[in-house]
């Protein structure tokens, strides 16, 4: 008998029979039944992957072969996985498609995870990210923040223009500050005060101070 005859047998004789679950390993199962313990494996339309002491429903061949086609029940709150051989793909052609849990959603994977979208919307009342490294490409970011702290150990920009518009400024330096440019204009609208133990201006050409009064001493 060639082997397109007998699965076409098999095909006309196949039964179905419901069992628990007493063994599992990756690949196959062992489900006890009234017809006795069957040997089978996970039908690809079996999404949900069986476990130990579940009650399923088991597709068999008068050949031997037998596949789990369905989780039929299990014991309250023990959860359910998802499993398939290879990769797993959701389409929905039209509509939204949207995961909801009470208790929190993880996406974990050992590679990259890729988000492709026109836009992307996060609305959390806390937030946490951790990475050894970041780079991002953009045109334009815009934000509004209420309070901003920033601890690291260097900070590098190169960048073509930098424009800050604050109500107050504060800073900070503990060692040095340098700043070199080729031209540096500072404007104050009614005081500006230069405070050290020594202070040095050198120019190599001229030095010119204008004011109505001037002070030294």
Same mark, same amino acid.
């Given at each position: 008998?060639?082997?397109?005859?007998?699965?076409?047998?098999?095909?006309?004789?196949? +039964?179905?029979?419901?069992?628990?679950?007493?063994?599992?390993?990756?690949?196959? =199962? #062992?489900?006890?039944?009234?017809?006795?313990?069957?040997?089978?494996?996970?039908?690809?339309? /079996?999404?949900? *992957?069986?476990?130990?002491?579940? =009650?399923?429903?088991?597709?068999?061949?008068?050949?031997? %072969?037998?596949?789990?086609?369905?989780?039929?029940? !299990?014991?309250?709150?023990?959860?359910?996985? &998802? @499993? /398939?051989?290879?990769? &797993?793909?959701?389409?929905?052609?039209?509509?939204?498609? !949207? $995961?909801?849990?009470?208790?929190?959603?993880?996406?974990?994977?050992?590679?990259?995870?890729?988000?492709?979208?026109?836009?992307?919307?996060?609305?959390?009342?806390?937030?946490?990210?951790?990475?050894?490294?970041?780079?991002?490409?953009?045109?334009?970011? !815009?934000? *509004? #923040?209420?309070?901003?702290?920033?601890?690291?150990? #260097?900070?590098?920009? $190169?960048?073509?223009?930098?424009?800050?518009? $604050?109500?107050?400024? =504060?800073?900070?330096?503990?060692?040095?500050?340098?700043?070199?440019?080729?031209?540096?204009? +500072?404007? @104050?609208?009614?005081?500006?005060?230069?405070?050290?133990?020594? %202070?040095?201006?050198? %120019?190599?050409?001229?030095?010119?101070?204008?004011?109505?009064? #001037?002070?030294?001493?």
């Amino acid at each position: 008998m060639n082997g397109n005859l007998a699965r076409k047998l098999d095909e006309l004789e196949a +039964y179905q029979v419901m069992g628990t679950v007493v063994h599992a390993e990756p690949g196959l =199962f #062992i489900v006890r039944t009234g017809r006795g313990d069957m040997r089978a494996r996970r039908a690809t339309s /079996c999404l949900v *992957e069986p476990r130990i002491d579940d =009650f399923v429903l088991v597709a068999g061949a008068p050949s031997g %072969a037998a596949w789990v086609l369905a989780v039929l029940e !299990r014991e309250e709150g023990a959860g359910a996985s &998802l @499993a /398939c051989d290879g990769d &797993l793909e959701i389409k929905v052609p039209e509509g939204r498609v !949207r $995961v909801a849990s009470k208790e929190g959603i993880d996406l974990v994977s050992q590679k990259d995870v890729s988000v492709l979208a026109d836009g992307v919307r996060v609305h959390a009342a806390t937030g946490s990210v951790v990475m050894d490294s970041l780079s991002y490409l953009g045109g334009l970011v !815009r934000s *509004e #923040i209420g309070k901003l702290r920033h601890e690291g150990g #260097i900070v590098e920009r $190169v960048v073509e223009r930098v424009s800050e518009r $604050v109500k107050r400024s =504060f800073r900070k330096v503990e060692e040095v500050d340098q700043v070199k440019a080729e031209r540096i204009d +500072y404007s @104050a609208k009614q005081v500006m005060s230069l405070r050290a133990e020594n %202070a040095i201006v050198t %120019a190599e050409e001229l030095v010119k101070m204008d004011g109505e009064q #001037i002070h030294l001493g």
